[in-house]
T-cell receptor, first 114, second 112 residues
């Protein structure tokens, strides 16, 4: 499969626990984006990387959220001390600089915080 | 930041009829406007897109129009079929960071 992949697909956790999600972009794509989508809404931008550099973080990304892309390939998104309001679908997308503008989305990780 | 508004939020059409969804954006620097179809529990899938140097684009039963002056763009689906039932999102993209700003979505239901 040469598309964007995310792991896990579903995560159920208790409030206060930490969770970590992984995204593997398409191999030649140097830009990687994280979005959050709550029920009935469009995806909202969280943060993005160009290669290993994190270039922008949304105000939606509180101090409990951290994202990394250590080698410019896969990325992780960690949420510490989860809250019920963190329940959402977390989507990852990638694209390659100087290519057409299309972002390719992964299947998402659905987080449920009990 | 960019603000994208999308209307209507729900749309019910008879099979074979046309469906039109409209979006407006706020930042004139945005230069790329994709439309995504999302089925329940699945990833957004690009169905058509348009760049700011083009006024209209068509792909079989779907078409998109862009009015840069008014900062609005529309999706047109003709001869709707039951498999067109889904949530549709418009989005706009900045030219430097390629970040997408999405509308709130339109739930389209095609009645057989």
């Amino acid at each position: 499969d040469t598309g964007v992949s995310q792991d896990p697909r579903h995560k159920i956790t208790k409030r206060g626990q930490n969770v970590t999600f992984r995204c593997d972009p398409i191999s030649e794509h140097n830009r990687l984006y994280w979005y959050r989508q709550t029920l009935g809404q469009g995806p909202e931008f969280l943060t993005y990387f160009q290669n290993e550099a994190q270039l922008e973080k949304s105000r939606l990304l509180s101090d409990r959220f951290s994202a990394e892309r250590p080698k410019g390939s896969f990325s992780t998104l960690e949420i510490q001390r989860t809250e019920q309001g963190d329940s959402a679908m977390y989507l990852c997308a990638s694209l390659r600089d100087f290519s057409y503008n299309e972002q390719f989305f992964g299947p998402g990780t659905r987080l449920t915080v009990l | 930041g960019e603000n994208v508004e999308q209307h209507p939020s729900t749309l019910s059409v008879q099979e074979g009829d046309s469906a039109v969804i409209k979006c407006t954006y706020s930042d004139s620097a945005s230069n790329y406007f994709p439309w995504y179809k999302q089925e329940l529990g699945k990833r957004p899938q690009l169905i058509i897109d348009i760049r700011s140097n083009v006024g209209e684009k068509k792909d079989q039963r779907i078409a998109v129009t862009l009015n840069k002056t008014a900062k609005h763009f529309s999706l047109h689906i003709t001869e709707t079929q039951p498999e067109d039932s889904a949530v549709y999102f418009c989005a706009s993209q900045y030219p430097n960071d390629y970040k997408l700003s999405f509308g709130a979505g339109t739930t389209v239901t095609v009645r057989a």
